[in-house]
C-alpha cells in the first residue's frame, strides 16, 4: 500500500505529471519518508553520481520525486538547484533531534526560497518535524521557531511532526499537500 | 541551553543575514563549566555511529576537579573523574580490525588512559626513573629509626638544594607536612622503595606506516624529564625514545613513524627543536626570542605564538619566514582545515575575546567571542564539517559552524598589498621621439648631464650678481642696513587724471626710532605733475606703519604712462637708503572725459 495512492489517484485523472522535491540536510529521514510514501508500483531508480552528491528519483502514475540531500559545501550546489525550476512542490525534512544543525537547516532553507527559481513561485512547501519519537527531539512549533518559519508570507507552508520509521505523522502532511496541489491545479 | 539561532528571526533575506559572518550560530552556553586548553579537545566518531563526538579534558573550575567529558551536540554524554590535570586529549586509531571506531587516549600525571567505545581499555604508565641514592638512603635510615621526622625532613631539604635528580613525589609530599603530621607519614610511607616518576606534558599522534586517512597511528609523548616517547599503538611499548635539552610543551608530527618522520617539539627554553626519524637528538632547532604559547603546522611551515604577541612563520628546517604582530596575548592556537576548499588556516585565540584565523600572514577572518578563548578546536563535529569549538575562560562553550556557502578571502583582511597597487596606471605609448631621446640619454649622458650642471652654475651665478647689484644700488625696497631697518611699499589709487599715491614705511627695529629721513621722487616732469617732490619723513616709531600719501596728475594727454622711482634718503647721504619704482597706471579719466 502506499500512502500516495489517494493523491496520485485523483491527481491521474488530469495527464500531467506532479514534481514533488525533497530536500533536507543528510540524515534527516529523507530517504526512510519516500520509502513509506512510496506507492507499492513505483519504479524506483537510485542515482549515485560519481561526481559526489546523490539524488534519489522514482515516479508513479502522475507523481514524480526527485531526493536529495543538502550536503556538502558548495561544490556541488548547482547540481541540485538545477532541479528546482521543475518542482512543483516541496517537501523539506528536519531532524527534530540535530539541535545543532537547526542553523545548518534554517540557512539551507533561506538559501532555497531566496533562490530565483523559487523566490517569486507559490509554490506550497510541506515541512517535516521527523524523529520526533528520540529523546533530544524538539517540538514542531520549536522546529518552526528555530527555522522562522513565520517569515514566509508568500507560499503556502504546513510543519507535521513525524516518525518516519512507524510512518507516524506523514499522512496529516500528505493530506495537505494533496489539497495544495489541488487548489493550483483548479 | 540558549541556542543562539532564534536571535536574528525576523530576518529572512540573506543580504540582511549579517552578511558580513562566515559563521553560524549554532551554539552557545556561558554557563558549561568547561574549562581547558586546545591540547585537551578532540573530536572524533567514538561510537562509529557517523555522529561525532567532542571529547574534553577538563581542568574544572580553578583546575580543582579534572573531568573527562564526552560531548554529543550541545549537551554532556558521559563524564568522569580524572586522578590529575589532563595534560593532552587524542584519538587515534589502535588496530586493523573492523569496526574502525577510534579510541581516545588521556595524557593525565605519568599515565596515559586508553578509551575504546568510551570504556577504559589500557592504562599507560612512564617508566619510572632511578631514584637518587642520597634519598634513598635517608629514607633507609629512617626506616630503621637512625633518625627523627625532622631530621629527615633537614635532609631531604638539603638533597632537595644541592642534587641534580630531582626529589621522588613522597618525599615532595613530606616535606609539604605540618610537624604533627610527619610521624605518621614516616611510618606508613618507610618501607616502600623511593619511586621517582616524570609527568606527561603533551602529546600527540603519528601515523605509523600509512599516510591514509584512516591508518593506525602512534602516540607520542613528551615529558617533564625532557624526553619523547613513541608508544606501539596495539602493545603500547615504547618504540623510540628521544631525549631534548628542555621540557617540551607542544609537538607537532608529520610523516609516518615507521617510514620517516619530522617532529617538532616546542620546549619551555624557548626553543623549538626539529627531529627527524634517524636523530636521537635535535637535527634542527630554532631559538626564539620568547616563550611558545602555540605550534601549529600547516603543510612544511611550522607556525608558533609567542609570548611576545607573535606570530612567527618557519620552514621545517628552522628558517624564519615571517612574523605578524598580534593586537594582545596569545592564548591559544590550532589548525583550521577546511577540507572541501583545500584551506589550512591557523587560528588564534587572543586575551581581547578575539579568535584571529591566519593564512600565513594573511588575516583571514576574525571572529569576535564575549570572553577570552582559552581553548580551540575545529572539524568534524556531530555531521556538520566545519565546526568551529571553542571554550572561553570564564567556562563558556561556543559552537559555530562555518557556512557552507563561505569562502576565506585570501587578501581579504588588513594584511596584504593596497588595493591601489593593482589598479593600472595610464602609461603613455612609447612613441618615436621617446626612444630616440631614451637612446641620446644612455649614449650621451654624462655629457649631458654635465652641460645641465654647467647651465645651472650659470645660472645661479647671474642670479647673485643681480642681487649683489640691487642691494648695492640699493634697489630694493626693503633696507637690511643695521641703522636704518626699513619697509616700503607704495599703492596707487584713481583712474585718472588725478591719481592717489600713498606710501607705507615702516620702521622694522624692533627698539630704535629713525629720525631725520627724506622721501624724493623722481618723475618725467613732462608727464606728472607732484604737489612735492621732495619731503622730510617724521620720526618713525618701531613697528608702525606710516602712510604718506600725496597727489600725482597726469599730464599727458595721449593716456601715455611712466615709471616714478621713490628714493628713501638720510640727510646727509648721497646714496638712498631704498627704491621703489612705481609703474603708473594709464589715465583713463581723460580717455572717458
Ligand atoms: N528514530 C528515528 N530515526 C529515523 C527517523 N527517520 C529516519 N530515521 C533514521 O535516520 C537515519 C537517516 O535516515 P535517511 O532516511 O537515510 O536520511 P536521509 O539522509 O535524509 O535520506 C536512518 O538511520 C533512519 O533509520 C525517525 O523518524 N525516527
Ligand atoms: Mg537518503
Redesign the interface.
Known sequence: MGLLDRLSGLLGLKKKEVHVLCLG???SGKTTIINKLKPTNAQSQDIVPTIGFSIEKFKSSSLSFTVFDMS????Y?NLWEHYYKEGQAIIFVIDSS???????A???L??L??HPDIKHRRIPILFFANKMDLR?AVTSVKVS??L?LE??KDKPWHICASDAIRGEGLQEGVDWLQDQIQAVKT | MA????SD??R???ES?DAGSKW????YDPVANIHTFSSCLALADLHGD?EFKLVVGDFGPGGQQPRLKVLK???VLTESPLPALPAAAATFLMEQHEPRTPALALASGPCVYVYKNLRPYFKFSLPPLPPNPLEQDVWNQAKEDRIDPLTLKEMLEDIREKAEVPLSVQSLKFLQLELSEMEAFVNQHKSKPIKRQTVITTMTTVKKNLADEDAISCLVLGTESKELLVLDPEAFTVLSKMSLPSVPVFLEVSGQFDVEFRLAAACRNGTVYILRRDSKHPKYCIELSAQPVGLVRVHKILVVGTTQDSLQGFTHKGKKLWTVPMPAAILTMSLLE?R??GLHAVMVGLANGEVRIYHDKALLNVIRAPDAVTSLCFGR???????LIMTTRGGSLI?K?L???AVFAEWGGEAGPPPAQSTKLNMPRKTRLYVDQTLREREAGTAMHRAFQTDLYLLRLRAARAYVQALESSLNPVSASAREPLKLHAVVQGLGPTFKLTLHLQNTSTARPIVGLLVCFLYNEGLYALPCAFFKVPLLVPGLNYPLETFVESLSDKGSSDVIKVLVLREGQSAPLLSAHINMPASEGLAAA
Open positions: 540536510l543528510d540524515n556538502g559545501q558548495g561544490r550546489r540535530d539541535r545543532l544543525r537547526m542553523v545548518v534554517k540557512e539551507e533561506d538559501t526560497l531566496n533530544d521557531q528555530l522562522c517569515n514566509i | 541556542a543562539a539561532s532564534g528571526c525576523g529572512r533575506r540573506p543575514n553560524l550560530d549554532a551554539h557517523g551536540g550541545p549537551t577546511q572541501s576548499r563535529y556531530g555531521r556538520e564539517d566545519n565546526t559552537i559552524i557556512k557552507r556557502t
